[in-house]
């Protein structure tokens, strides 16, 4: 075949039906949808919510993860998009680390040295590990979807990337019903609830993301 | 005509292909083509890839290109991200034929810059890989590429709705581009 007879056959298929930003939010909604219902079909909102969100530490634990999951988030849009500078994403990652770095500091200004242990062990650390990558298959299923639709230079990366932003999305659904609210529990078993889903996320990149 | 004013002409086709207007989209491809050769052409020299691949690197590209255009933001330029494609595709392209490249992005931005010189060549791959889709996509493909035929005609040649013939165009594009994936993979 000539290069003109695919230039040919190509410019028959010239309509684009779906734009890379419309399937991304959709995919985001139904991945974000089905992980709220699954976390409220299952153990629901906490009891107490009513009465703690006013808490400083319930608060920052509902706002750090939602910081986490939409600069994650933004950064795996882009991520698809080739020619696009991903630098200032990237870089409004520093936003939750510092917030959680700032969390860690206060939380240890405040609590006696003799109870860090305890407060880092929390009381539901197993649901913590359980619910985080349960809650976030959905969402990296939704962003990975997407990302393929899109041209990630590279694979692994996006794919991190992707499983970032979905244990992003997890935690700050979890976070609606975790009864542990230390910020040294946070950036403990959040943490590396949403790290196994960034490295399943790198590790699926590598493979369903080339094109 | 000067390099912006050309970029604004391919980013004005596409809008419009975007939007079903192949005639537009014709004129886009057939203008980026020779651009591609002359980047392939550097980059097969330059990695000692047998100039007989260029024309295929050209193909393969001009499919990403073709498959990957719903993720340009029309409010955006139009070269960067071409090149951006261009320069992704391009490695991985001569990456599954066996070399270790890296191209920089520059070199890509002023390929796009400067005023080719174009001699089309032919031989094709694609051909090879037609034998891998099944029918009516490699009926369709042939029929449309080889044959000339437009939409309308090919469905009332295979009986099909215009839509579906459309469909399963769409579908062979994307079955074309796996199948170079894969094939040069499982050579090595």
């Known amino acids: 075949m000539q290069t003109d007879d695919l230039i040919n056959l190509l410019a028959k298929d010239a309509h684009v039906r779906v734009r890379f930003g419309h399937i991304f939010r959709i995919a985001l909604a139904i991945g974000v949808v089905i992980s709220a219902v699954l976390l409220l079909s299952t153990l629901g909102i906490r009891k107490n919510m009513a009465e703690m969100i006013e808490t400083p530490r319930v608060l920052f634990k509902l706002g750090l993860t939602l910081l986490l999951a939409i600069t994650a988030t ?8 080739p020619g696009v ?11 939750p680390l510092s917030a959680l770095l700032i969390g860690i500091a206060a939380e240890l200004s405040v609590v006696p040295a003799a109870a860090w242990g305890a407060s880092v062990e929390g009381r539901y650390s197993s649901f913590c590990l359980f619910f985080v990558p349960t809650l976030s298959i959905a969402p990296l299923a939704a ?3 997407s990302i393929r639709q899109g041209a990630p230079q590279n694979p692994g990366l996006a ?11 997890a935690a700050a659904i979890y976070a609606w019903h975790c009864p542990d609210d230390s910020p040294l529990f946070l950036a403990t078993w959040y943490s590396i609830g949403i790290l196994v889903v960034t490295a399943a996320g790198s590790l699926i990149g590598r493979r369903v993301l080339r094109w | 005509m000067n390099h912006s004013a050309r970029e604004e002409e391919w980013a004005a086709w596409m809008c419009a292909a975007m939007a079903g207007d192949t005639l537009a ?30 024309e295929d690197v050209v193909q393969e590209v001009l499919l990403a290109v073709h498959l990957k255009r719903g993720t340009w933001d029309t409010s955006r330029p139009v070269g960067p991200w071409l090149s951006a494609i261009v320069r992704n ?14 191209v920089p992005i520059e070199d890509v931005m002023e390929t796009l810059e400067a005023i080719p010189h174009d001699e089309g060549a032919d031989r094709l791959d694609v051909d ?29 040649r295979l009986q099909m709705t215009e839509g579906a013939v459309r469909v399963a165009l769409h579908r062979a594009l994307k079955g074309l581009a796996a199948l170079y994936r894969s094939d040069r993979r499982a050579n090595g």
């Open chain 2, 128 to 156: 090879r890989m037609l034998e891998g889709l099944r029918d009516p996509q490699r009926d369709i493909v042939r029929s449309i590429s080889l044959g000339g035929a437009g939409i309308r005609e090919t469905a009332e």
């Open chain 1, 74 to 81: 933004r950064l795996a849009f882009l991520i698809g998009k």
């Open chain 1, 159 to 169: 794919g991190a990337v992707a499983g970032l932003a979905a244990g992003g999305i």
């Open chain 1, 85 to 95: 500078s991903l630098r200032s994403a990237a870089l409004t990652l520093l936003l």
């Open chain 1, 143 to 145: 962003i990975l979807y």
């Open chain 2, 25 to 54: 989209y014709h004129h886009f491809l057939k203008a980026i083509t020779p651009y591609l050769r002359s980047i392939a052409r550097r980059r097969c020299d330059q990695f000692g890839a047998p100039p007989s691949e260029v």
């Open chain 2, 89 to 102: 595709k391009l490695i991985d392209s001569l990456r599954r034929r066996g070399r270790h490249v890296s």
